[in-house]
């Protein structure tokens, strides 16, 4: 076997491989977001249903093991990423930046103008990656019931 990080396209199949890899790297913010992620209600039926929908998912694997993931849709005339999770056991092999640059690739390839994506206040760390990636703030919303920004709406232009 190849020790060969591959990206590819999702698809239907790999929802439960998708769930799993969403709640183990998400696990580190339960109890710590407020209100809590929907990331710890993912299953395996409801990625399936969203990719049956039109959504999709692009996946980093290695000897068939996947690492990280990120989903897709269309946004606004752009491409918005949601769900960014890298296992806490692949973290700092830089596979985040990478699964954002297959984004902007796919955005690019399908000749979008840009790239969203959407950030909890309170996750500065994720914040800069972003930042550093070449997003900056568009607007900052708050989730139902509460009354002050709780997300942070980012997007690249890529044009």
């Known amino acids: 076997m190849s020790d060969t990080l591959v990206l ?54 290695r000897n068939g093991e996947m690492l990280g993931c990120v989903v897709i849709q269309d946004m606004e005339g752009d491409l918005y990423f949601g769900r960014l999770a890298v296992l806490p056991a692949a973290r700092g092999l830089g596979l985040a930046r990478r699964l954002v640059e297959a984004v902007e690739a796919e955005a690019k390839r399908r000749g979008l103008p840009g790239v969203r994506l959407g950030v909890r206040v309170v996750l500065t760390d994720n914040q800069r990656l972003f930042h550093a990636l070449g997003y900056r703030e568009v607007s900052r919303e708050a989730h139902p019931g509460f009354d002050h920004p709780t997300s942070i709406n980012m997007r690249k232009s890529l044009v």
């Open 8 to 61: 590819r396209a999702a698809s239907r199949t790999d929802a439960g491989a998708i769930a799993a890899t969403i709640a183990a790297a998400f696990a580190q913010y339960r109890g710590k977001l407020v209100p809590e992620s929907g990331a710890f209600r993912e299953t395996a039926e409801a990625i399936a249903a969203e990719m049956a929908k039109g959504t999709r998912a692009i996946v980093a694997e």
